[in-house]
């Protein structure tokens, strides 16, 4: 154990969706790596006790493992306990701080809606838990500016800003940290990553399903809210920002605070919105609702690196398929040679790809085979083999863990980002009908301009 190294790990909200879907995974992953042997505290309202927690554990890992080694989950389990208890009442706080025991650096995951941090952290700082610990907040962090200024106030109020780790699990997912190596250990790629060379960059979040049971969730949500203003901003953040003086934590999150900076405020202008057939039958969905499952979204990075470049980013439900990538186009040749009059050669593009396969592809022209001098393109591809066991979740704990904040959102690149896409919020524009299994709206056109959407 190092110096910043925590020793006990307290989860509220363990009775929770998260927690059955990812955390438990997370925590057997590292217990199985040897990376967690501490105090693990369950906290929920929920009238579990530690052997109940213990089953629901195991239960979750029996969904999603392909299978569970006994001894890594009696090991687990040994360090599993729970509290029952309203996050309002500081009897729950003193049990908990009777659970740690004697841990000098706890972390404190706060996996529960955005409105109970005030009384958690305020209750961890009553008992004392907060003076050498840490806390990770899970997004949303706020609604827009105003509300996560509010929340940046109420957690700095116990918690200085380098014990506060903001979870984006984008950051933490193995094809994401690629990106900045790719970028970064290949020096033939620095020459033409900027506007003289780079004729446009999109960024797709496409899901071939709708909100899946998550209506009244995701109602007061959105596109913008759900991906836009943090997932996809933050893939943008990788690819624009300029090389770090260092791999320190810091170093690192300075450059994408500097990208988003560069941003102008956008507006009802650069956006738009669509709904799918269907949504407003979805359980939990308000009637008439205008929530918006689709968005487009253009935007310029004002440096002098991006200056002019625009950049595209879509996100949506219900579309033609599921996929996540970034796809950089580059600049046709400027003057056009090997290739007949009714057929210009496309620009060469290199894909990102995380979802569904981990994959970088290239689009080059090479000629077409035969007599004739003309090019066609041709595909170098790239597929990584996913680690197995490993999620984001995973890292981001571990890191957690560890004091290592590279991969967490800072509180100014958070409120860069709010800023960035506030005025998109205001949008009094009905959002646009598309049909489910289609590509969205077709008003999303307009968006491009004189490109071609590279997803299709």
Known sequence: ??????????????????????????????????????????????????EELRRKAREALEESEDSVDDAVFDKLAANLTYVSGDYRESSTFESIAEKVGDARCTVAYLAIPPDLFDDVVTGLASVGLNESGRVVLEKPFGRDTNSAEQLNEIVHNHYPEDRVYRIDHFLGKEAVQNLMVFRFANTVLEPVWNRHY????????????????????????????????????????????????????????DERVKVLEAISSLSADNVVRGQYEGYLDEPGVEAGSDTETYAAVKLEIDSWRWAGVPWIIR?????????TEAVVEFMRPPHLLFASTDKRPGSNRLTFRTTPEVEINM?????????????????????????????????????????????????????????????????DKPAYSYVRGSWGPEEANRILGDHAWTTV
């Open 315 to 323: 996100a949506g439900k219900g579309l033609k398929s599921t996929v």
């Open 363 to 427: 689009s080059l022209q090479a000629k077409t085979p035969g007599p004739t001098m003309e090019s066609e393109p041709v595909e170098l591809h790239l597929q990584h083999d996913r680690l197995p066991g490993r999620d984001p979740y995973d890292r981001l704990i571990e890191d957690a863990l560890t004091g290592d904040q590279t991969l967490f959102a800072r509180q100014d690149e958070v409120m860069e980002a709010w800023r960035v896409v506030e005025g998109l919020l205001d949008d």
């Open 198 to 253: 780079i004729h446009c960059v999109q960024i797709t979040l496409a899901e071939d399903f709708g909100v899946e049971g998550r209506g009244s969730f995701y109602d007061g949500v959105g596109a913008i809210r759900d991906v836009i203003q943090n997932h996809l901003l933050q893939v943008l953040s990788v690819l624009a920002m300029e090389p770090p003086v260092s791999d320190a934590a810091s170093a690192l999150r």
């Open 1 to 50: 154990m190092t110096d910043s190294s925590a020793d006990a790990l307290i989860l509220f909200g363990i009775s929770g969706d998260l927690a059955k879907k990812k955390l438990f995974s997370a925590l057997y992953s590292l217990t199985e790596e040897e990376k967690l042997d501490m105090p693990i505290i369950g906290v929920a309202s929920s009238e579990w006790d530690d």
